[in-house]
């Protein structure tokens, strides 16, 4: 199981770790996007629970002092992993079109 990843995924590392591949197969290439993309995935359901956990808390006034800042990290945590996403995504695209590749081949 993959640890989650709070760190930003910028386009020049998903770039670097793409070439760092040395191949042109799309499903290496492929491969090597999701490798990129299992630290990310948890994030969504962290910031899920996040919400959940925060709401439910939020009910009781007693444990808003608790609930209120969950709620927070729970939006801040699912749109890092929306931007993160995003980022791999796109960066992959725009790898497989330079290789003159098509990335819907792959999927």
Do not use: C, H
Request: proline share 4%; glycine share 8%; charged share 15%.
């Amino acid at each position: 199981m993959a640890t989650a990843s709070f760190s930003v995924v910028t386009r020049q590392q998903v770039l670097g770790a793409l070439k760092a591949t040395g191949s042109k197969d799309p499903d290496v290439l492929y491969a090597a996007k999701q490798e990129l993309l299992e630290p990310v995935k948890p994030l969504k359901f962290i910031g899920l629970w996040a919400y959940v956990t925060g709401g439910l808390t939020t009910l009781l006034i007693l444990t808003a002092i608790i609930g209120i800042p969950l709620l927070f990290f729970g939006w801040w945590t699912r749109r890092r992993a929306r931007t993160n996403i995003e980022t791999i995504e796109s960066a992959f695209n725009e790898y497989m079109n330079s290789l003159g590749l098509k990335a819907a081949q792959v999927a």
